[in-house]
């Protein structure tokens, strides 16, 4: 049974970096029919999928063109957990972050996390 | 990106009836892949079904997924008053997720 857990600060100042961390039971993030995503939902987005990294032979990363410039996904082999780093952070940032993953079998984000809220406020 | 739009905004049935939630994609979806998600206040979106018409492990029965191109239908045949939620269609393209803006299942 793959478990997913985000862990991370809950509250972020404007124009600071949010950084939250989704460590993986169950699975292994180098797998090669896999990838970890990140999504987001808030009263006025509903739910936006951000981006996600995932191994083929080599580290691949894909972002929604709406934080293109502002987020890195990076994988962390040794503990066997994924992070989402997303710059210069305003309040429309707000939101309930989760992460999944997908598995090529099913074709979409079939496990997810139970999810982090974050506001951003100073 | 592929725009899912989904209708109605908001549900209102009794336990026992039928619920048809409808998910309109704004051009052709690639190999059909569409997927809904049911989702209840404070827990994580529920993967029901996907491929169109594949249910996830453990999803009864009496949810049903439809539809290709354009045009895709969750029907759940027989409220029962667990399955009061909000519903999400999405799709997969190009390395992306798109998720269309919830229909509210509500009781009557």
């Known amino acids: 049974q793959v478990q997913l857990q985000q862990s991370g600060p809950g509250l972020v100042k404007p124009s600071q970096t949010l950084l939250l961390t989704c460590a993986i039971s169950g699975d292994s993030v180098s797998g090669n029919s896999v990838a970890w995503n990140w999504i987001r939902r808030s009263p006025s987005r509903g739910l936006e999928w951000l981006g996600r990294t995932f191994y083929r032979s080599k580290w691949h990363n894909d972002y929604a063109v709406s934080v293109k410039s502002r987020i890195t996904i990076n994988p962390d082999t040794s503990k066997n957990q994924f992070s989402l780093q997303l710059n210069s952070v305003t309040p429309e940032d707000s939101a309930v972050y989760y992460c999944?993953?997908?598995?090529?079998?099913?074709?979409?984000?079939?496990?997810w996390g139970p999810g982090i809220l974050v506001s951003v406020s100073s | 990106d592929i725009v899912l739009t989904q209708s109605p905004g908001t549900l209102s049935l009794s336990p026992g009836e039928a619920a048809t939630l409808s998910c309109r994609a704004s051009q052709t979806v690639p190999d059909n892949l569409v997927a809904w998600y049911q989702q209840k206040a404070g827990q994580a979106p529920r993967l029901l079904i996907y491929?169109?018409?594949t249910r996830a492990t453990g999803i009864p029965d009496r949810f049903r997924g439809s539809g290709s191109g354009t045009d895709f239908t969750l029907t759940i045949s027989r409220l029962e008053p667990e399955d009061f939620a909000v519903y999400y269609c999405q799709q997969y393209d190009h390395s992306r997720h798109t998720f269309g803006q919830g229909t509210i299942l509500e009781i009557q």
């Open positions: 999944a993953r997908y598995w090529d079998n099913v074709g979409t984000l079939d496990y």
């Open positions: 491929h169109t018409a």
